[in-house]
């Protein structure tokens, strides 16, 4: 990815990653990650200068980047079908999207503080979505605080 920096309106030097993920065949598809300045524990538990993500957003793509210093404080995953429809929608659309159940595993992965998941498809119903995810964080050991963003609610699951 390739980064700006953010000088005006931060408490710390703030940096914006941007980072290409795979959606659409043919077309740019971009995500960003918004990078703070601090004090990180190394491998040794001892601080040292370095970069906290302290907010994430991927769009609708799979290979999202984060950065390697701490855990996200908070990432907005687009997750648009639930992983039994992932196939069909992308032989019908042509078009790879991220799914409820592979959002939740990235952020389980990430060790996420807080993930919202939003751009879900109106094809279902809210106790789908939030079963869904409640699954996919119950398997993944998903230990942040996880929410869908479901029409103009904002649900928190589990």
């Known amino acids: 990815g390739s980064e700006m920096c953010i000088r ?10 941007v980072f290409e993920t795979a ?20 491998d040794d538990g001892q601080p040292v200068p370095g970069s906290a993500a302290t907010f994430f957003y991927s769009g ?35 078009h790879r999207h991220c799914t409820i159940e592979s ?5 389980a992965g990430e060790d996420v503080k807080t993930l919202i998941l939003c751009h879900v498809s109106d094809r279902y119903r809210l106790d789908e979505v939030v079963n869904a995810a409640a699954a996919a964080a119950n398997r993944s050991a998903f230990r942040g605080d996880l929410y869908i963003a479901y029409r103009s609610e904002l649900i928190r699951v589990g």
Do not use: K, N
């Open 8 to 17: 005006d309106r931060t408490r710390r030097p703030t940096s914006v990653a």
């Open 23 to 42: 959606h659409t065949p043919g077309r740019l598809c971009l995500g960003f990650e918004v990078q703070e300045e601090r004090r990180v524990l190394d």
């Open 60 to 94: 609708d793509g799979f290979r999202a980047y984060h950065s390697s210093c701490g855990r996200v404080e908070l990432a907005v995953h687009e997750a648009t079908f639930l992983e039994r429809d992932a196939g069909e929608a992308a032989r019908r659309i042509g």
């Open 103 to 107: 959002a939740v595993d990235w952020g």
